[in-house]
């Protein structure tokens, strides 16, 4: 990150459903509000290492207008701690997870996205083994949290 731009990190456990859509979304909310913020999502768990987003959350996805380009799958780490200024997590086992790996001096960076939106969820559910309505609602959930999180940003960027 350089000193000025601000740098977003997204992340699931398998950062092949949740966190790549939520990347995709922020990337297209930070343009459209002419937002300059450094976006990347990665996973806690390394199983689906180099794999495109899932079929189902792309499809979804980009119904809704949202690009799923190049993304590819990575596994969260501890350097991510220092480079990003949020890393937001999509569930509370992530951010058990997370805070297991993260120095002392970062782990306030660590946060539910959903702590930024006015929803009565708290955490974006893990579709893996859904179907497709479980992908429209994760991907409601996170409009919901991005949307949040773009007016935290106007609100305390200069
Ligand atoms: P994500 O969903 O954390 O939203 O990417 C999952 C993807 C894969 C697995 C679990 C969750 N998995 O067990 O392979």
Do not use: W
Not at 55 to 61: D, I, L, P, Y
């Amino acid at each position: 990150m350089s000193i000025n731009t601000p740098s977003v990190l997204f992340v699931c456990l398998g950062n092949i459903c949740r966190s790549p859509s939520a990347e995709a979304v922020f990337k297209k909310k930070a343009t459209d509000h002419a937002l300059t913020i450094e976006i990347d999502s990665a996973g806690t768990a390394g199983y689906h290492k180099g794999a495109a987003p899932d079929k189902r959350s792309q499809a979804v996805g980009e119904e809704r207008g949202y690009s799923f380009k190049g993304l590819r799958c990575r596994k969260v780490v501890e350097q991510d701690f220092e480079k990003y200024d949020y890393v937001l997590a999509m569930d509370n086992a992530n951010v058990a997870n997370l805070l297991e790996i993260c120095p002392e001096e970062f782990q306030h960076k660590v946060a539910l996205l959903l702590s930024f939106s006015q929803s009565e969820e708290q955490e974006v559910p893990d579709p893996y083994y859904g179907g497709k309505r479980g992908f429209e609602y994760v991907l409601d959930l996170i409009e919901q949290g991005a949307d949040g999180f773009v007016q935290h940003l106007k609100s305390t960027q200069p």
